[in-house]
């Protein structure tokens, strides 16, 4: 069985650096362009931006958490790593492709493998309208903002927003407000994954708002349209005992921290 060639990247955090000095003096890490799979030794944050950075090179991360929560990482190890790596369960991520319109005349574009939050960034709600696939929605929703979802990140910022938690491999986006004024008790929607959704500020002179895809922002933004783009996939490697699908589902019983 040939071996397996291995990247790493890490964090500038002291416990990342000393995880990666007790990994390179056992492993012979090579370029990520020329590796078979890529580790990772951070914390999610960390793992996104990874993601973001390599994805292009089409390899498997395979995260270590070095961080505090590590939903989107395995616990560290360092015995026994290739054998543990050969073991793993593939779990595909599809990211969200926002677009968006400026004030002054720019589009933007950007990747979130987590969410698409547009929020507001003056005292005064957001007023924003939205539309579904072509089909206006909702006319006018005055809140703190609204956000869209992938079943990664449905247990982060979405879930703290009340928004739901969506297993893996549903192929539904959630589509959460962020305490709505009007309408009352509209709590969201569930939307099928190849949703075309449309966010218009009606207001942009006195109620200004902001866009950000994962850690990427933008202010004074007059539109966005958000999509799934499955063509920008990448691959998480999770060990079989700690999968991502079987976390996201346990999560809906979980009442604590």
Not at 12 to 23: K, N, W
Not at 33 to 62: C, Q, T, W
Not at 96 to 118: P, Q
Request: charged content about 25%; hydrophobic content about 40%.
């Amino acid at each position: 069985m040939p071996k397996i060639k291995l990247a790493c990247i890490y964090s500038d955090t002291e416990t990342a650096l000393e995880r990666y000095a007790d990994l390179s003096s056992m492993i012979d890490f090579v370029n990520p362009d020329k590796a078979n799979v890529i580790i990772v030794l951070g914390g999610d944050g960390f793992m996104l931006h990874s993601v973001h950075e390599y994805r292009y090179l089409e390899k498997p991360f395979y995260g270590m958490n070095c961080g505090s929560v590590g939903f989107l990482l395995n616990e560290f190890t360092a015995k026994d790593l290739e054998k543990k790596i050969r073991n793993t369960k593939q779990q595909v991520l599809f990211p969200l492709n926002m677009k968006a319109k400026l004030r002054n005349g720019d589009t933007v574009e950007a990747m979130a493998f987590n969410e698409v939050s547009i929020m507001r960034r003056s005292r005064q709600t957001a007023n924003i309208r939205l539309i579904v696939n072509g089909i206006e929605r909702i006319s006018k929703l005055v809140s703190d903002g609204v956000l869209v979802a992938t079943p990664a990140g449905s247990t982060a910022y979405n879930f703290s927003a009340r928004g739901p938690i969506i297993p893996m491999g549903s192929n539904v986006l959630a589509l959460t407000p962020v305490s709505p004024f009007r309408p009352r008790r509209w709590n969201g929607a569930l939307l099928p994954h190849d949703a075309i959704i449309r966010f218009e500020n009606l207001d942009p002179d006195k109620r200004p708002i902001y866009i950000s895809a994962d850690f990427k922002e933008w202010t004074d933004v007059l539109s966005v349209e958000v999509k799934e783009d499955p063509a920008k996939s990448a691959i998480l490697l999770f060990n079989p005992d700690h999968a991502l699908d079987d976390r996201i589902f346990s999560e809906q019983f979980t009442s604590g921290d």
